[in-house]
Antibody
Framework: QVQLVESGGGLVQPGGSLRLSCAAS????????MNWIRQAPGKGLEWISY????????LYADSVKGRFTISRDSAKNSLYLQMDSLRAEDTALYYC???????????WGQGSLVTVSS | QSALTQPASVSGSPGQSITISCTGT?????????VSWYQQHPGKAPKVIIY???IRPSGVSNRFSGSKSGNTASLTISGLQAEDEADYYC???????????FGGGTKLTVL
């Protein structure tokens, strides 16, 4: 069955960096587009980044553009999010999600919590 | 401020039907038939219940249905059950520099 497992979250000071990972299993990872989506505590969902199946195309929300970098390693069936220059407003639960055959997210991980605080 | 507008809350009694609206613009909801709806129970990851405006994934109850008119999409839940109490989010593909936009979410309370 499809599984997405995020890791790498934690407490970091403002201005710091963190790298999230998402381990994929149960499907041919290299065939699918992938997203990172976050949810601040008690708030709604926010799409933040997308990567194409071959890794050549990436997109970012304006809120993270220039600070976050999405990447993937198909040999390791893994998706990554490098987060630099972190701010308090980046505090959220970060989900990786598989992009379905159409324009929607058909499977989600359980999320990795990132807390930015001094 | 979310890109798509949803009511903050809706409520209904068991057995009743409710509808949640999702209003966007001509750059997202109005431009594409790529509206999806997600159900999120407390402490859980979101789960897709409708995609491409009105298609239910395998395993999703036929009590959930979706539609769209102009820049507004709607999710209807018929025969409300206690287990339907959750947060619901709409999402749309967009022609802007971002890929997709979400609504602010609607909390459904089953009375």
């Amino acid at each position: 069955q499809v599984q997405l497992v995020e890791s790498g979250g934690g407490l970091v000071q403002p201005g710091g960096s963190l790298r999230l990972s998402c381990a994929a299993s149960g499907f041919t990872f290299s065939n699918y587009y992938m997203n990172w989506i976050r949810q601040a505590p008690g708030k709604g969902l926010e799409w933040i980044s997308y990567i194409s199946s071959d890794g050549r195309t990436t997109l970012y929300a304006d809120s993270v553009k220039g600070r976050f970098t999405i990447s993937r390693d198909s040999a390791k069936n893994s998706l990554y999010l490098q987060m630099d220059s972190l701010r308090a407003e980046d505090t959220a639960l970060y989900y990786c999600a598989r992009r379905g055959g159409s324009q929607y997210n058909d499977f989600w991980g359980q999320g990795s919590l990132v807390t930015v605080s001094s | 401020q979310s890109a798509l507008t949803q009511p903050a809350s809706v409520s209904g009694s068991p057995g009743q039907s409710i509808t949640i609206s999702c209003t966007g613009t001509s750059s997202d909801v109005g431009a594409y038939n790529y509206v999806s709806w997600y159900q999120q129970h407390p402490g859980k990851a979101p789960k897709v219940i409708i995609y491409d405006v009105s298609i239910r994934p395998s395993g999703v109850s036929n009590r959930f249905s979706g539609s769209k008119s102009g820049n507004t999409a709607s999710l209807t839940i018929s025969g409300l059950q206690a287990e339907d109490e959750a947060d619901y989010y709409c999402s749309s593909y967009t022609s802007t520099s971002t890929l997709e936009v979400f609504g602010g979410g609607t909390k459904l309370t089953v009375l």
